[in-house]
């Protein structure tokens, strides 16, 4: 099955700075790589996704990026605030069958 | 608005008993899952249900039984609860037919945090 590799597991940065998140995966034939982030004590909600047909996504502050080539893909958050602190988790997900998360990063802003 | 609800919340339990979760969806999905997480291993399937009369097992689904009551309920039941089910427990629901092809973005209960003493 597929095997969703994470990195890193904690990150802190400063506020303002930058982050980012980096995930690879095992199968050649995954088309689909959701991100989640899980506040503490809250739910995993999905934050933003990318399609095996495209390189890059953003949606305001953040962006995904995805080499099939290497089979790797990327979570960046640009100008991070507190409120960004949480886990994030990545995930991969071959055609109709399921997700396969990563480990998770606890992201930590320090303001 | 349209959720997913987990009951309980919290539980206690000794090694030993048998212990159900339940979750109910309002979102009219067809598709339900049971993960478990744990620190530092991310959000593991336990089992998945694409409709009432579908039951499949996920990654690590030793020690668990599930049940699909109805389109809205998923339970899972820990037939003798052992010290390392000592976890939160997330049920989530999607249903690819509703977001327009096969990319199935999850949708995650509140969570249910279960101990075994």
């Known amino acids: 099955g597929e095997n969703v590799e994470q990195h890193p597991s904690t990150l802190s940065v400063q506020e303002g700075d930058s982050a980012v998140i980096k995930c690879t995966y095992s199968?050649?034939?995954?088309?689909?790589f959701p991100w989640y982030k899980q506040e503490l004590g809250k739910r995993p909600q999905l934050i933003i996704d990318i399609r095996s047909n495209v390189g890059e996504k953003k949606d305001q502050r953040i962006a995904v990026t995805l080499n099939k080539t290497a089979k790797h893909f990327s979570l960046h958050i640009t100008e991070t605030q507190p409120e960004d602190s949480a886990v994030y988790f990545c995930?991969?997900?071959?055609?109709?069958?399921?997700?396969?998360f990563g480990t998770g990063t606890r992201l930590t802003v320090i303001p | 608005d349209a959720d997913v609800t987990q009951t309980p919340r919290n539980r206690i339990t000794k090694t030993g008993k048998r212990i159900m979760l339940e979750c109910s969806q309002t979102k009219g999905h067809d598709r339900m899952y049971w993960y478990r997480q744990d620190p530092g291993l991310g959000l593991r399937l336990i089992y998945y249900s694409f409709d009432v009369k579908d039951i499949n097992k996920g990654e690590i689904s030793d020690g668990y039984s599930v049940s699909r009551q109805a389109q809205a309920k998923f339970s899972l039941s820990l037939e003798s609860a052992i010290p390392n089910q000592t976890a939160l427990y997330f049920c989530?629901?999607?249903?690819?037919?509703?977001?327009?092809?096969?990319?199935?973005?999850?949708?995650f209960g509140p969570g249910t945090r279960l101990t075994v003493l």
């Open positions: 199968d050649s034939a995954s088309n689909y």
């Open positions: 989530a629901t999607s249903d690819p037919s509703k977001q327009g092809g096969p990319w199935n973005e999850q949708f």
């Open positions: 995930a991969a997900k071959v055609g109709a069958n399921n997700l396969f």
